[in-house]
Nanobody, 122 residues
Framework: QVQLVESGGGLVQPGGSLRLSCAAS????????MSWYRQAPGKERELVAF????????NYADSVKGRFTLSRDNAKNTVYLQMNSLKSEDTAVYYC???????????????WGQGTQVTVAP
């Protein structure tokens, strides 16, 4: 069974830090690009960060650049999101995503975690 299990969410004060983890199982983790998305109340789902299957670099939404760091450990089948200098606007449900495309681009595989709540409030 494919599983993406997120952990590390919670309540934090503005300026604080949290580290989210996503543990993957049931598929070949090293073949998949990994992403973190978030969805705030009344807002559309937003791509926060993306990392390739190789994991040599990551890309970030402008709103989190310089504050968030996405990394992956293929040996542990785990992806992380280190969140620093948190702001109230970072409050959202954060979702872990895994996806892979075929070489032709005509086929794709995608999995989602259940989400973890991050609340930034005084």
């Amino acid at each position: 069974q494919v599983q993406l299990v997120e952990s590390g969410g919670g309540l934090v004060q503005p300026g604080g830090s949290l580290r989210l983890s996503c543990a993957a199982s049931g598929f070949t983790f090293s073949l998949y690009a990994m992403s973190w998305y978030r969805q705030a109340p009344g807002k559309e789902r937003e791509l926060v960060a993306f990392i390739t299957s190789v994991g040599e670099s990551a890309n970030y939404a402008d709103s989190v650049k310089g504050r968030f760091t996405l990394s992956r450990d293929n040996a542990k089948n785990t992806v992380y999101l280190q969140m620093n200098s948190l702001k109230s606007e970072d409050t959202a449900v954060y979702y872990c995503n895994a996806r892979r495309n075929s070489s032709s681009g005509r086929l794709s595989w995608e999995y989602w975690g259940q989400g973890t709540q991050v609340t930034v409030a005084p």
